[in-house]
């Protein structure tokens, strides 16, 4: 098989009318002479089979000769179609290469990675860069060898999660992969059969997507002690899980697996993936109790460090919601086996939660803050989003006992009016009503009034109250529907951004920045009208560290991580005409602000700013102001 190189000098030769030297080979496809007489020596044995040949004449230079067309052209169309199955984007590269490096611990040649994708060396020794830098961020290293290439090292559980990731964005239905490392979609559900099977027959539950979190672990377990590269776990630990249900069902896909693959896992792995089953299983409603009362004393603590660290730093009061304290509790248990054997979820389908639910998203993250603090762990985006889905109902239901009203209805008791009325009110009106009860004129003076948000009466009331009173038709015509509408309106609460997004708080800037000198200007522009304290800049970063606050559609959120009530609250924009990388992703606005939860402002902010992280055509829009009075006009229209 022809190499891309290799691919390179015809090309090059087959267009050139006249011989072309060795050093004008070497210029145009970036390599060096000697390389140039290398690959046309090793190519000529296959050209030869297939009509054709490269002549090297000392001091003529070089030159193709093809004898038999069809056959040479034949050879070049093979070549060409697997080509086209090559990795196309930079991204796509980086992806072959990285997963490649990360399944093996021995040397890989630039040059073969050139010949495997079908690019240059020079264009592979960039993506090596790349590769490089991310790859320093996340502890690992990269060793080069001038005669045998390169290759990764570092510690086995970063190494084997910084592959799962990788995978997990790579479309597994590209066919370039497949010559080289059999991680494909048909092998990773061969092993989800497997594990269906084997905890079939136990007490433990696994979800789908637990299931094939599992499958790609023992994949990228298999490649690993392949290539002799098995995880570390301590002899104690591993006594500790032989005696687990866990253990005996991690036994049984080994056994499994060996007769698929040929590879037979050693005790470290088969531990490896009890762990992993205990971190993913279910926690049964119907055991709750149990749980709560034996196992729940370390969970207990997390979920008051949790819900104390939302108090204290967002003035979110949430422990009053038995709902969410059992459901924290059922979920906080598996968690912490996660976090303890350092198996934290990096792949979720809940990823999109953050742009979806920012605020319930944020409201984690500062939950998760107090946790990463006392274990001295770094929180996954992934575990943060999951969490989040807690607050998003605990949220809900706050919101519901705020803003749902309680309605008292005045009417005769005649048959099928009540029904009527209340079918009419539902239909219309469920998501803002409450209770709604029914009761004749009669009654009315020894029923307590003070519990009702809205009375409507189908007669004139004699009774004087300062509660809401409208006035309605036995069969709640149209103009009735529409005045119980304007009070639900009114009782919707309302943020006047005009007054936390003022003119002296906006900027458009032209100047190239980096995140961290943005911040800072921000804040100082900030503070020639609000005087900050001179911790602001520190409770920034320190948000920033527990989690980038960069959104989709280009917009970044830095914030203090604890809400101070004392500073007037604010919301500061900055446009930029050029886009920065915040941490993964291009930023374009900058919304700073500080505002304090008392009448729901913060959730009302997010739920603005959803509107925009949500569709690219706001986001566009408001990109492209260059005024504050044009920013508030697109915000007010389209937000």
Request: contains cysteine; proline residues 3%; negative net charge.
């Amino acid at each position: 098989m022809l190499s891309s190189i290799q691919l390179d000098i015809l090309e090059k030769l087959s267009k050139s009318p006249d011989t072309l030297t060795s050093n004008e080979l070497a210029f145009s496809i970036g390599v060096g002479e000697k390389t140039v007489r290398k690959y046309i020596n090793d190519m000529n044995v296959e050209l030869s089979e297939c009509g054709a040949t490269i002549e090297i004449k000392q001091g003529k230079g070089i030159r193709l000769i093809v004898s038999n067309l069809t056959c040479f052209k034949e050879l070049l169309d093979r070549h060409n179609e697997k080509a086209l199955t090559a990795p196309e984007s930079p991204d796509e590269r980086i992806n072959y290469i990285l997963i490649r490096l990360l399944t093996t611990s021995k040397f890989i040649s630039i040059y073969d990675f050139a010949d495997e994708i079908y690019v240059s060396p020079s264009a592979v020794r960039k993506d090596i860069q790349q590769i490089k830098r991310n790859m320093t961020k996340v502890g690992l290293k990269i060793v080069h060898n001038r005669e045998n290439g390169i290759k990764i090292t570092g510690d086995e559980t970063i190494i084997r999660n910084q592959l799962r990731r990788i995978i997990y964005r790579f479309d597994l239905n590209k066919d370039f992969l497949s010559d080289q490392v059999d991680i494909s979609l048909d092998s990773i559900e061969d092993i989800k059969n497997i594990v269906t099977k084997a905890i079939s027959a136990s007490k433990v539950s696994l979800t789908n997507e637990a299931i094939t979190s599992l499958a790609m672990h023992i994949l990228i377990g298999i490649y690993r002690t392949e290539n002799v590269n098995v995880i570390p776990i301590e002899p104690q630990r591993i006594v500790e899980i032989k005696n687990t249900e866990e253990y005996s069902i991690a036994s049984r896909i080994q056994k499994e697996t060996c007769a698929r693959f040929g590879i037979e896992l050693p005790e470290n792995e088969i531990a490896y993936i009890a762990m992993h089953i205990s971190g993913r299983k279910n926690l049964h409603n119907e055991y709750s109790q149990t749980i709560l009362e034996v196992d729940s004393e370390e969970a207990n603590i997390v979920y008051n460090l949790m819900l104390r660290s939302l108090l204290k730093n967002s003035d979110i009061d949430f422990f009053g919601d038995s709902s969410l304290r059992i459901n924290l509790l059922l979920h906080i248990i598996p968690f912490l086996e996660r976090l303890k054997n350092n198996m934290q979820m990096s792949f979720s389908s809940l990823n999109n939660i953050k742009d979806e639910y920012p605020y319930a998203y944020e409201l984690s993250v500062t939950a998760m803050s107090a946790v990463s603090e006392y274990y001295h762990k770094e929180i996954s985006q992934e575990e943060i989003s999951y969490f989040a889905i807690h607050y998003i109902l605990a949220l809900d239901r706050k919101l519901d006992s705020k803003t749902k009203a309680n309605i008292l209805i005045i009417t005769p008791m005649t048959f099928g009016v009540s029904q009527l009325i209340s079918y009419r009110l539902n239909k219309r009106f469920a998501d803002f009503t409450n209770i709604i009860k029914f009761i004749e004129e009669p009654q009315l003076a020894d029923e307590d009034v003070n519990g009702y948000d809205l009375l409507l009466t189908t007669e004139k009331l004699t009774l004087k109250t300062n509660i809401p009173c409208i006035k309605i038709n036995p069969i709640l015509d149209d103009d009735d529907l529409k005045n119980i509408e304007n009070f639900f309106l009114k009782m919707q609460p309302v943020i006047n951004f005009s007054t936390l997004m003022r003119p002296e708080l906006f900027e458009v800037i032209s100047d190239v920045m980096a995140k961290d000198e943005l911040i800072k200007k921000q804040i100082t522009l900030i503070n020639k009208t609000i005087h900050l304290p001179d911790n602001f800049y520190d409770l920034v970063i320190q948000r920033e560290i527990h989690g980038s606050t960069e959104y989709n559609n280009k917009i970044a959120i830095p914030h203090p991580i604890k809400t101070d009530n004392t500073i007037p609250p604010f919301i500061s924009v900055y446009i930029l005409k050029k886009p920065v990388v915040w941490i993964n992703q291009q930023v374009q606005i900058i919304f700073m602000f500080s505002i304090n939860n008392r009448d729901n402002n913060t959730k009302l902010f997010f739920e603005r700013l959803s509107k925009i992280i949500r569709n690219e055509r706001i986001a566009q829009r408001l990109i492209n102001c260059t005024t504050y009075d044009e920013f508030m006009s697109e915000f007010a229209k389209n937000c």
